[in-house]
């Protein structure tokens, strides 16, 4: 590496890290100079980074600089690309340890949920260096002699990515490497959440040798600010596709935007992710299954479970086992052990959404069956609590009950700490509530029985469905996406999201020497004889 990593950031309580943009292969500063400070969520004392508030002018930038190098990327070989990608692939290796406690230092993800996201980043890269080898297009048969039919995979230009926090490595590595893959170049304006992180991801794919102009990384906010500026510049034609990770309110303006343009553009967006468990469930790897999906990164995951759907029979002992396992969950600063399952929210909005959402449950009629809500602080905290608790936002996990799906409980996203609970009645009642949402990104199924779960699988509305699993865990040549209001069907990762970075491009190649046309001069062999059919009365 040109610069080590470790004299930027040591993951731990080293000096503010000065971030920079990224723009045509140098670092700079925002036009206006401006600057915002990224605060660690365990510790909002601690300034992680320093980091450039951009605007307009920068972002606008940043795109003519990849309009720039757009066509010299996309004449690179592909094989050549791959290789780029897989020198990311070793170096993020190298900094494993690194990076992960930059996650938990930033955004207060357990260091073991850290390490997996960084791990996704590393599949990721092996995966997309390989298929720099691959980038298939077809050979197709003509209907007539001496003419060759093919299909070649084009890049689309300019790439602009925006993406939330709570994955701040693993979301922009299924973006950013098969963009930079299949030829495209890439404006990636990160979020607000997880600057410093993006800065390091973006140092290690400069020292990668991704060639000036091809990765530029513009700092800033979203509404009013960098986020907003990527798309005026679609409306500018500066960008020719734009991929988003975030709340599904940002998504329907990303996609008016991306519309009126005549662009696809790829959106992730929020869950409210259901998980079942039938009667004939293993009940201990449910609750275990239920407990990390639910409450694991503070309910901070597009795919964490929203609505827990329990079949009467098994739901007082089902109840009974979860809070159980509720009672023991370690809380706390992740920064301070590996034994936590969650650590703060990460931001002050997350946490007071979270809040909010104590009084629809109770304006919905609900039960908690929880017995402390709301924040934590020093005063008021689970006795295993470890650190302190007023240096981050930490909230108590909660439990709802008596939840059915006409409850806005039931419908909306919250995004933290949270489950509520549906009961139902076999398994057909069970898949309508588990579709009772107007999202469909993940959902699960827990059931010894082949025919539910062939039911289960046929009969939801999701991208995603784990059988015996959590809602969580994607793998890195999995698609990875939802539909209704948890994204267009556009899919991340493996070969799928290739089509989201790529258009099709059809060639003829007519050797005869003379005009033939399709359809109107070829010789099919039939007699144009109308058949008899009297034969048939
Ligand atoms: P958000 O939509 O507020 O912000 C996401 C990104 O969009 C940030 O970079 C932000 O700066 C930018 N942004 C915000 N407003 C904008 C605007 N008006 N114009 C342009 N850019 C704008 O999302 P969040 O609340 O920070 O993140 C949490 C949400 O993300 C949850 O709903 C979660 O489910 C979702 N999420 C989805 C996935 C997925 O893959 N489906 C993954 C992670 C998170």
């Known amino acids: 590496m040109a610069r080590k990593l470790e004299t930027v950031a040591n993951g731990d309580f080293t000096p503010t890290v000065v971030v920079k943009n990224f723009i ?22 601690d300034v992680v980074g320093s980091v450039p508030l951009s605007s307009a002018a920068d972002v606008e930038e940043a795109c003519r600089v990849a309009g720039a190098a757009a066509a010299s990327w996309a004449a690179t070989p592909a094989p050549v690309r791959g290789a780029i990608i897989g020198r990311i692939g070793e170096a993020i290796v190298q900094y494993k340890e690194l990076l992960s406690r ?46 060759e039919l093919f299909t070649y995979r084009r890049p689309l230009g300019v790439a602009a990515m925006i993406t939330a926090g709570n994955f701040p490595m693993a979301v922009p590595s299924w973006k950013i490497l098969p963009a930079l893959l299949c030829g495209n170049t890439v404006v990636w304006k990160p979020s607000e959440d997880a600057p410093v992180i993006a800065y390091l991801f973006g140092r290690i794919m400069e020292d990668a040798r991704v060639p000036a102009g091809v990765l530029n990384i513009v700092h800033g906010s ?26 599904t309110e940002v998504g329907r303006k990303v996609g008016e935007v991306c519309g009126r343009n005549l662009q696809i553009p790829s959106l992730e967006l929020g869950g409210k992710n259901p998980l079942v468990v039938l009667r004939d469930a293993d009940l201990d790897v449910a ?14 995951r597009c795919t964490s479970l929203g609505n827990l759907i329990l079949d009467k029979p098994i739901a007082a002992e089902f109840k009974k086992r979860l809070l159980a396992r509720i009672s023991e969950i370690q809380i706390g ?68 009950d008596g939840v059915t799906a006409d409850m806005k409980l039931a419908q909306t996203e919250v995004f933290g700490p949270v489950i509520t609970v549906m009961e ?11 579709n009772c949402a107007p999202y469909g990104l993940s959902s699960a199924c ?92």
């Open 333 to 400: 600063d992740v920064t301070q052990g590996e034994d936590m399952l969650y650590g703060p929210m990460i931001n002050e909005r997350f946490g007071n959404n979270f809040l909010k959402h104590l009084d629809m449950g109770k304006e919905d009629g609900a039960t908690l069956l929880t017995t402390q809500h709301g924040r934590i602080t020093n005063e008021n905290k689970p006795a295993n609590f470890v650190g302190d608790a007023d240096a981050g936002f930490y909230v108590f996990p909660t439990l709802w």
């Open 446 to 537: 827990y059931t010894m029985n082949p025919t539910h779960i062939l039911k289960f699988k046929n009969g939801i509305r999701a991208g995603m469905t784990s059988i015996n699993n959590t809602t969580n865990g994607a793998e890195a040549h999995l698609p990875f996406g939802g539909c209704g209001w948890s994204g267009n069907g556009t899919r991340e990762s493996g070969v799928w999201v290739i089509d989201a970075y790529t258009r099709w491009h059809a060639v003829n190649e007519d050797l005869a020497g003379k005009l033939q046309l399709a359809q109107i001069d070829v010789d099919f062999g039939d007699t144009h004889e109308p058949t008899d059919m009297s034969a048939l009365d």
């Open 222 to 247: 979203g509404a009013g600010g960098a986020g907003a500026a990527v798309l005026e510049c679609v409306d500018k034609g500066l960008i020719q596709k734009v991929s988003f990770t975030g709340s």
């Open 287 to 300: 609750v275990e299954g239920a407990l990390f999906s639910g409450y694991g990164t503070a309910g901070q």
């Open 102 to 147: 930059v996650v938990c230092r930033e955004i207060g993800k357990s260091m073991r949920e850290s390490r997996g996201e960084v791990q996704e980043a590393i599949d990721t890269a092996h995966f997309f260096q390989a298929e720099g080898r691959r980038l298939y297009g077809q050979t197709v048969n003509s209907e007539m002699p001496n003419k």
């Open 424 to 434: 139902v009645d076999g398994i057909d009642e069970a898949i309508e509530a588990a």
């Open 24 to 45: 045509g292969g140098e670092e700079r500063e925002a036009k206006a100079g401006e600057r915002f400070e990224s605060v660690s969520a365990s510790h909002r004392v």
